[in-house]
């Protein structure tokens, strides 16, 4: 099947500074990729969505000045988390979605600690 | 917005079917999915059904969907200890909190 990879796997950050956590498709073209948010024993929440090329749609409640999307080839995007702070400490999921397909496939996820 | 609500717990003993139900409110999604979580591992699709189906069955997995209900649910036939993890519901992009499967001996 379909392998998404996501670096780092782990981080650990001090408040205020910034993150970058890349998603990858390693085998296929992702037109558009979603990226999740899990909270110990919680739902994934959908962050965003992203096209390739295209800005990301964020969904409501979800600050697009803090949480950079940046999609800008068919098999990498990227979550930029800036000015850190122990709130945004979670488990950061991306999933990728290939042309005319409806499958996700999901990438391990990042686990970001913000101290 | 769309909402995914399923059920938080299910245990059940070893040999037992499992059914995990899931309703959601948003019929726009073309397919439906059921994903499961192991621990410390990420999510792994499980099976999917389409949204103008009513029944797919997959090895010891049955899906079925009842669109007049927004109503799916997932079976896992004669349940092993190794199918304990979260599974989760996902109508689109849209996910349950997720089913903790417990199976015990």
């Known amino acids: 099947g379909a392998v998404v990879s996501q670096h780092p796997s782990r981080v650990i950050c001090k408040s205020g500074t910034s993150v970058k956590i890349e998603c990858r498709s390693l085998?296929?073209?992702?037109?558009?990729m979603f990226w999740y948010r899990q909270f110990p024993k919680q739902s994934l929440m959908l962050m965003a969505t992203?096209?390739?090329?295209?800005?990301?749609?964020?969904e409501q409640g979800v600050e697009k000045d803090k949480f950079l999307i940046n999609h800008a080839s068919l098999t990498l995007s990227t979550l930029t988390v800036t000015s850190a702070h122990p709130e945004d400490s979670s488990f950061y999921i991306c999933?990728?979605?290939?042309?005319?397909?409806?499958?996700?496939?999901f990438g391990p996820g990042t686990r970001l600690t913000v101290t | 917005g769309e909402d995914v609500e399923q059920s938080l717990f299910l245990s059940v003993r070893e040999g037992d079917s499992s059914v995990i139900n899931c309703t959601y409110t948003d019929s726009s999604s073309t397919y439906l999915y059921w994903y499961k979580q192991e621990p410390g591992a990420g999510l792994q699709l499980l099976t999917y059904?389409?949204?103008?189906?009513d029944m797919k069955q997959d090895q010891r997995l049955t899906v079925l969907l009842n669109k007049k209900d927004k109503h799916l649910s997932l079976r896992i036939a004669d349940t092993q200890t190794g199918d304990s993890a979260i599974y989760f519901c996902?109508?689109?992009?849209?996910f349950g909190r997720g089913t903790s499967l417990i199976v015990h001996p």
């Open positions: 992203s096209n390739e090329g295209s800005k990301a749609t964020y």
């Open positions: 085998d296929f073209q992702a037109t558009t």
């Open positions: 059904i389409f949204s103008n189906m």
């Open positions: 996902a109508s689109g992009p849209t």
């Open positions: 999933s990728a979605r290939g042309t005319g397909a409806d499958e996700q496939y």
